[in-house]
């Protein structure tokens, strides 16, 4: 089993539709990230959390919230979608390390009509 | 503006060859340089990283090279293998706060053809 775990796998929506996007995780880490990938622009960050309690804007967080719902949870919400919302979602996690090394899920692909 | 900048989009390369897969970035403040390897319908998965006081590193047939002087990085991959067909990215992190917030680039699509 992955150790980030990723639900859906693909989503087909309608522009102004509520989607969630959830994330779990088994590795013990306790910050997470959500990161969109477009063709040209590689990943870019949403939003992050360093536990329960420590929620973060990235880059580009508007158009989403997030919700960290425990250690091993963290879901990304789009409350009314829109077409360039469309894309290849990623949660990661990592540890405490400096490297910076992230583990990534399998990725959610969104598709916004 | 793209800090991190990767200007190939794609690398095309003989089975056995060198593959070389290139980085610059802009902000000489970056603790740390990445690269990802990422297969179709998979997530990124860490390949090598390298600290900014460091200006080689190698793990068996990965080396990364990094020239702070020019702000650049490369990717070296020896001998390629078409298992190593995939997109490549580059990420560099600030190091701010304990957050692992990496900044990538736009990636690079390395095909190895026998």
């Known amino acids: 089993d992955a150790d980030v775990t990723q639900t859906p796998r693909n989503r087909i929506t309608k522009t102004g539709k509520r989607i969630m996007l959830e994330c779990s995780q088994t590795k013990g880490h306790d910050r997470m990230y959500w990161y969109r990938q477009d063709p040209g622009l590689g990943l870019r960050l949403i939003y992050y959390s360093f536990d329960v309690k420590d929620i973060n804007k990235g880059e580009i967080s508007d158009g989403y919230s997030v919700s960290r719902q425990a250690q091993a949870k963290f879901s990304l919400s789009l409350e009314s979608a829109i077409p360039n919302q469309t894309a290849l979602y990623f949660c990661?996690?990592?540890?405490?390390?400096?490297?910076?090394?992230?583990?990534f899920g399998e990725g959610s692909r969104l598709t916004v009509l | 503006d793209q800090q991190v900048k990767q200007n190939s989009p794609s690398l095309s390369v003989q089975e056995g060859r060198i593959s070389i897969l290139n980085c610059d970035y802009t902000n000489s403040m970056f603790d740390y340089f990445l690269w990802y390897k990422k297969y179709p319908a998979e997530g990124p998965t860490f390949l090598i990283s390298i600290s900014s006081i460091k200006d080689k590193n190698e793990d068996g047939r990965f080396t990364v090279f990094l020239n702070k002087s020019a702000k650049h990085l490369s990717l070296h991959i020896v001998p390629s293998q078409p298992g190593d067909s995939a997109v490549y990215f580059c990420?560099?992190?600030?190091?701010?706060?304990?957050?692992?917030?990496?900044?990538f680039g736009a990636g690079t699509r390395l095909a190895v053809h026998p």
């Open positions: 990420a560099a992190n600030p190091g701010s706060g304990g957050y692992n917030k990496l900044i």
């Open positions: 990661a996690t990592s540890s405490s390390g400096r490297t910076g090394e992230l583990f």
